[in-house]
């Protein structure tokens, strides 16, 4: 037997980017326990188009934690209250009957609302596409392990390229700054041989257009990492600093 | 991805915010190692008048060294200030419409959100300490204290002869730190001024040796950057206890004229 809860809801409902959205209270009966977060949502909405009312627009795609779309702030914190967790990872056993939980959208300049919980995040693909990438010639399938990477550089690049680019980072930093999204692209391919031929120049345009998209600065609160679904360490943010700097100072 | 059209060099470091960041996190390399040596010198304040006021003849005698220093202290100051102002302004502007719900944070501090506010508190105390113990305008009665030395024993003796001071060859005439120094802290307004900016100085330090060495891309991993944390926090209370130490000792009579 699987105990069932009945929720109040506060959600963010905003009809267009041009329209002022605000909290909307809603009740919710017969919430199984095992549902995910994503699947009462669906509850939600399945109740609201019955009733003639439009559904909670939210981003989601595979519901498994790896393709970084569903993105919401539950509670005050990204991805809500378990660590390492993404939303649909997220399962309502954490709550209990009665509670209240508030759901808004991820909050920065660079992340423009596009209906209720949808934000355009489009500004982590122009910094990706501004240098966080190598370039190959096109041919032949390149044998597994031509190149050599060592242990070390190999789980450390694993480790960065883990980011799923959900943007939690940006929407738990008080300055809403992507340096720990932005540090996590650069650290991946800096770890690998392949990534050496453009060092310079990726570190140095990826963050100009970090800047451009209007993302703020990183003040070493380290909430970023903390809220990470995918547990990018703060690391990201200082291998940044440093190749930041290197790039200043080298020719290479 | 060609590199023909690489960016240019100091042209974004000054517009990045990342050139910003290590701005900030050099001027205050600087910031916080001046703050260890004035704390340090003022240390001498429990020697006695003698140490203290030779001291001070010794810095005053030595101007090149002095102010070469005042200069790089200054250009420091005035880029850590454009440089929080210009990072505000883009960080505010980053989060235009704010959560309606406050968010839980997780790991940061009050030391950290409230930066700016330290900041200015700590800016305005530099200011006024300034014009109370280096340019001697708020308190001028106990700003222009002298000591001559005497040739027949070889030591220093407070005088207030203002005419025989100005006769007086500039070796033979010193400075009165102490006595200022001690007079300063007599006044429970002016210890309490001294004592609540050094309140607000260690919560700026607190978190700002840590950000600077963050942001210098110094700890590599979990472990060794729980470290800087702490090592921040230590240079920030040494300077901050030693500072605090001053006010306390001349109003609980341990340090006296």
Redesign the interface.
Known sequence: MSKTMTLTL?I?RQRSANTPG??QTYKLEGVNEHMSFLEMLDVLNTKLTKEGQDPVAFDHDCREGICGSCAM?I???PHGPRKGTTACQLHMRTYKDGDTI?I?PW????FPVIKDLVVDRGALDRIVAA?G?V?VNTGVTVDANAIPVGKKNADEAMDYAACIGCGACVA?C????A?LFTGAKVGHLVKLPQGQV?R???V??M??Q??RE??????????CS??CPKEI???A??????E??RA?VTNE | MTDAKRPGRLSTLARSTIGAKIVMAITGVILVGFLVVHMLGNLQIYLGPDTMNHYAQTLKGTPALLWGVRAVLLASLVLHVLAALRLKKLNTAARPQAYAVPRRYRVTSTAARFMLLSGAVVLAFIVYHLLHFTVGVTNPADFNLHEVLDVATQTWVRNDNEQLIAKLPPEMVRHDVYSMFVRGFMNPLVAGAYIVAQLLLAMHLSHAVASMLHTLGLSKGTAARQRNINIGRAIAAVIVLGNLSFPIAVQAGLVHL
């Not at chain 1, 909050?107 to 660079?110: F, I, L, Q």
Request: charged fraction near 30%; glycine fraction near 8%.
């Open positions: 506060q963010w605000s909290m702030v509670d005050g914190r508030t808004e909050r920065a300049k660079a240098g990438f370039s738990a008080p300055n809403a700054s340096m453009e310079r120049g990726r140095l345009r963050v100009e970090m800047d209007g993302f703020g600065a990183c003040t070493n609160h380290r909430e903390e809220a360490s703060f690391d943010i200082e291998l940044l600093n440093r930041y700097m200043q």
